[in-house]
């Protein structure tokens, strides 16, 4: 059996935190080979700290400014085969380390990881946008989620670790180079954990996707992923409906009113996919989600796209 480093970046995460040491050391108890814990704390200004020093596990601080670049100090410090990441706000099942080390008896495997589930006990925001039950899923290229992904350490460092300047998706990165370097990356929804703090109002799914968008196409291109693509035609739809209404084009205008509704549908639809059971009154409420999704995605790559801009206006 592999020896594992888990490594937990959290910032502010006094709420979930206790929870998520608790079941993670359980589970380490119970798994054959050897284990280390170790809690990046990106200066949080709450009581993350004082609760995770309560526990029996490493701990330490990083100033890193972005997720990548805490993830990175992290497995700094690790010293097993196996580096591990699972978000502070994040609680594993039982399973959870014996999958890693199985995943691993395959050489050609460089990265494996899960999906996140919410807890069925969540809001009606959570348990809408997010499944409390996945499809039966096994993806050996997949872009892995950074909150529950485990990796070589040899592969780790052949690509460089975490790219510490994305803001966000700097998982999807690290998935992408571990295929370039002609690994497989799996996504196993048997290795799924519960993640205890996905944004509980509408506000709050507006808010992460502003921050989610700011660097999507630094990680993915133009036109390397699909929701950047519909977030780009999404915009574009209104900036026709817009142009119809000073011009008067009817025809433009009706057309864009279509993307303006088609494209945030498509969003709810490509969510809806992952869960298990899907309700009717569900779909309709994740298209209203999705319309606050796909407006912080929007502002997120305009803020983009801005930056790049009076960054070239800077060199000039």
Known sequence: MKNISIIVPAYN???YIARCLKKLI?????????????????????????????FDIKYMLSNGRSPGEVRNDGSKEAKFEILAFLDGDCVVPDNWLNKIDEAYDDPIVGAYGGEHIAPIEDNWVVTVWN???????????????GGNLSIRSSVFKLIGGFDENLI??????????????GYDCVLDNHCAVVHLGY????KD?????????????????????????????WILSWLFLLNSIVFSFPNVFVLSLIGIL??????AVNRLKYHKYIKLKNCLLSIIISIFY?????????KEVKGFILKVMKFE
């Open 131 to 145: 499944p409390t039950e996945l499809k039966e899923a096994y993806e050996k290229k997949a872009k892995l989620p």
């Open 26 to 54: 359980k589970v380490c108890e119970n798994y054959a080979a050897k284990t280390e814990i170790i809690v990046v704390d990106n200066n949080s200004t709450d009581n993350t700290g004082d609760i995770a020093n309560s």
């Open 199 to 202: 944004p509980k109002t509408l």
């Open 13 to 15: 995460e006094g709420v």
């Open 262 to 267: 088609i494209f945030p549908t498509l969003i």
């Open 205 to 233: 799914v507006y808010l992460k996707q502003v921050w989610h968008g700011f660097t999507q196409m630094k990680a993915h291109g133009a036109f390397g992923d699909k929701v950047v693509l519909v977030t780009q035609s």
């Open 168 to 181: 966000s998706a700097e998982d999807d990165k690290l998935s992408l180079d571990v295929i370039a370097k």
């Open 294 to 302: 796909i407006s912080g995605r929007s502002v997120g790559l305009i």
